[in-house]
């Protein structure tokens, strides 16, 4: 299994810019979830998904959109993107254990995205 | 609201000498904790989960304790390779499948 890939690794953008950052699983998961990562501010949950065709926000969702028509992908777009964006991005995925609705199934993340909007 | 904190915030130790990493946390109902490794330049790898206080994992040189407050990751005789930034993050039940981070220590081992 290739597990959680991300690409592009690396992206620059301009102000204004839209772009999308793929993620992909191979491993079966029905969650997925976008994480930013900014210094001192640790890894936080931008949106998250518990199945193809199921969303939901997260804790910074402003600025961005998702969408679930696979269980494999799960892709996070920018539509106008600001230097407030610049960021490190990672996807993760698990197994949702039919434990009622709480996923306490481990998350495994992707390599990671790095986006520096200008 | 659901909080994790980690401390220290950065950690130097000498080759083999063993020291631990705390990670308090503040949460409704605790669904899982858990502990990843993070590499520069690359995503959270993880390395353990714990589901309720008492409970204890290992791992080669790690081990990780849960209590109802908090969470420690004790490194034994750490070798260079050790060295990392250490998450903790927690999962609440009012929060359906949402991670909540600390801000992570990084560790540093000198040979």
């Known amino acids: 299994n290739a597990g959680v890939t991300q690409t592009p690794k690396f992206q620059v953008l301009k102000t204004g810019q839209s772009m999308t950052l793929q993620c992909a699983q191979d491993m079966n998961h029905e969650y997925m979830s976008w994480y930013r990562q900014d210094p001192g501010m640790g890894l936080r949950l931008i949106h998250y998904s518990v199945g193809a065709g199921i969303t939901d926000q997260g804790e910074v969702p402003n600025g961005y959109n998702v969408s679930r028509s696979t269980t494999e992908d799960f892709p996070l777009r920018l539509l106008s993107a600001a230097p407030s964006q610049t960021s490190v991005y990672f996807c993760a995925s698990s197994y949702s254990r039919k434990a009622g609705p709480f996923n306490t199934d481990t998350q495994y993340f992707g390599p990671g995205t790095r986006l520096t909007v200008l | 609201e659901d909080q994790v904190t980690q401390s220290p915030e950065a950690l130097r130790l000498q080759e083999g000498e063993s020291s631990s990493l705390n990670c308090s946390y503040t949460v409704s109902g605790l669904r899982g904790l858990f502990w990843y490794r993070q590499d520069p330049g690359k995503g959270p790898e993880f390395l353990f989960t714990l589901y309720s206080a008492g409970e204890e994992k290992e791992k080669e040189r790690l081990k990780a304790t849960l209590t109802k407050k908090e969470s420690f990751l004790h490194i034994t005789a750490p070798k260079p390779e050790d060295s990392a930034t250490y998450l903790c993050?927690?999962?609440?039940?009012?929060?359906?499948?949402?991670?909540?981070f600390g801000q992570g220590t990084t560790l540093q081992v000198k040979p």
């Open positions: 993050a927690v999962l609440g039940s009012s929060n359906t499948g949402k991670l909540i």
